[in-house]
Structure formats: structure tokens, C-alpha cells
């Protein structure tokens, strides 16, 4: 199973908002609503932010958002601050019944 | 409170095996699903496999299909998981993750365990 497909990094100044791409296959991505993202900060365990495409877990600042068109899944953040700047990662439910994570992205905070 | 606690950092010789556990509390241990998640430094996260607490079935990533186990202890409400015939390649932080019973992202972490293969 190949690592879902993200870019190396993003990057914004605070108050604006960027977009996190996430393309998989017809497998993975698109064939399920069971993507989740998540934030991790250097030496820390990650953090869900996201899953099932676009639920927002209890907790989870309503300045993050998901969505998903065919194969690709998108994490946006509106708002931009400087807590949160961190990697970000994708992941998905596979048709193997296995999970899948995305290669990670670098979100800087300009 | 709900949480996942793992045991500590190690370090093995190549060769060896290795053993990691997951002592989970706050919650109902068997009703939700455990995997295990692992970070080589400064790499991506990578999906083992998964466990079911309940009935202890398991799945496993084909990249480690015949070198990891998942076991758990149901009245110890602790899961394992154990990685054979170690490589260098298999330096790295080594994670479990609760997965949501309603959804499917994976909602409680432990706090990783270091793995360190060396000769």
C-alpha cells in the first residue's frame, strides 16, 4: 500500500487560511468517507483533528475543516495561528481493511 | 482519565525481537479497537496494524505481516505489540492508537515508546 499523497509543505501568515491536499485511489480516499487528519507537533504524539472526512471531534478548533472530492481529501485552516504550525497528517481506510497514512506536511506560520 | 501508557524506551541488536505495551485506562478496554502506529526519525507515520480487544482478531500492513504479533490482556487491559528479526531500518517511535467506536479516526494515543536497533 503506497503513502497517500500530501505536499511537503504549506505555509501562511496568521488570520489567513490555507489548504492540506490528500490524494489516494479509488481504494482508499475515494472510495471511503474515512479519512482523518491529524497535527503533530515536534516530539509529541499526533493529535486527531479531523475524521470521517469532515468530523470535528470535541475540542477540535472550529478553524479546522474537512472535505473530500474523489480521490482527494482536503484539511483547511482558517485563521491561521502561530500554535499551529506543526505537520499534519492524512490517513484513510484502505479496501484491503487496512489503514493508510499520507507522506506529511509541514505547515509554517510566517 | 482516558489514556494509553506504554512501556519505556529500548534498544536492540539486529537480529532480536522486541516487545511493546499499551496499558490503557479510563475507559472500557475491550470496546474499542487498538492499533499501532510507528514514526522512523524524521519520517512519516506508518500503519501496523489493528487489534481486536474484544475478540483479539487482528490485521496486520502487508510491510509487516510476517514479523509483528498483536496480543492483548483483557484483564490487564493492556495491548502488545511484538516486532521480530529487528533491522536498523525498524528504528523508531512506536505508537498506539485508540480507535473511536463511532467513527474511524484514532482518538487517544500513547505517548510512543523509542525503539533503537543498534550493533
Known amino acids: 500500500q503506497s503513502a497517500l499523497t500530501q505536499p511537503a509543505s504549506v505555509s501562511g501568515s496568521p488570520g489567513q487560511s490555507i489548504t492540506i491536499s490528500c490524494t489516494g485511489t479509488s481504494s482508499d480516499v475515494g472510495g471511503y468517507n474515512y479519512v482523518s487528519w491529524y497535527q503533530q507537533h515536534p516530539g509529541k504524539a499526533p493529535k486527531l483533528m479531523i475524521d470521517?472526512?469532515?468530523n470535528r471531534p470535541s475540542g477540535v478548533s472550529d478553524r479546522f475543516s474537512g472535505s473530500k472530492s474523489g480521490n482527494t481529501a482536503s484539511l483547511t485552516i482558517s485563521g491561521l495561528q502561530a500554535e499551529d504550525e506543526a505537520d499534519y497528517y492524512c490517513?484513510?481506510?484502505?479496501?484491503?481493511?487496512?489503514?493508510?497514512f499520507g507522506g506529511g506536511t509541514k505547515l509554517t506560520v510566517l | 482519565q482516558v489514556q494509553l501508557v506504554q512501556s519505556g524506551a529500548e534498544v536492540k541488536k539486529p537480529g532480536a525481537s522486541m516487545k511493546v505495551s499499551c496499558k490503557a485506562s479510563?475507559?472500557?478496554?475491550?470496546?474499542?479497537?487498538m492499533h499501532w502506529v510507528r514514526q522512523a526519525p524524521g519520517q512519516r507515520l506508518e500503519w501496523m496494524g489493528w487489534i481486536n480487544t474484544g475478540n483479539g482478531n487482528t490485521k496486520y500492513s502487508q510491510n509487516f505481516q510476517d514479523r509483528v504479533t498483536l496480543t492483548r490482556d483483557t484483564s490487564a487491559t493492556t495491548a502488545y505489540m511484538e516486532l521480530s528479526s529487528l533491522r536498523s531500518e525498524d528504528t523508531a517511535v512506536y505508537y498506539c492508537?485508540?480507535?473511536?467506536?463511532?467513527?474511524?479516526?484514532?482518538?487517544?494515543w500513547g505517548q510512543g515508546t523509542m525503539v533503537t536497533v543498534s550493533s
Open positions: 479510563g475507559y472500557t478496554f475491550s470496546s474499542y479497537a
Open positions: 492508537a485508540r480507535k473511536k467506536s463511532a467513527t474511524n479516526g484514532f482518538d487517544i
Open positions: 490517513s484513510s481506510y484502505t479496501r484491503s481493511s487496512t489503514w493508510v
Open positions: 470521517d472526512v469532515s
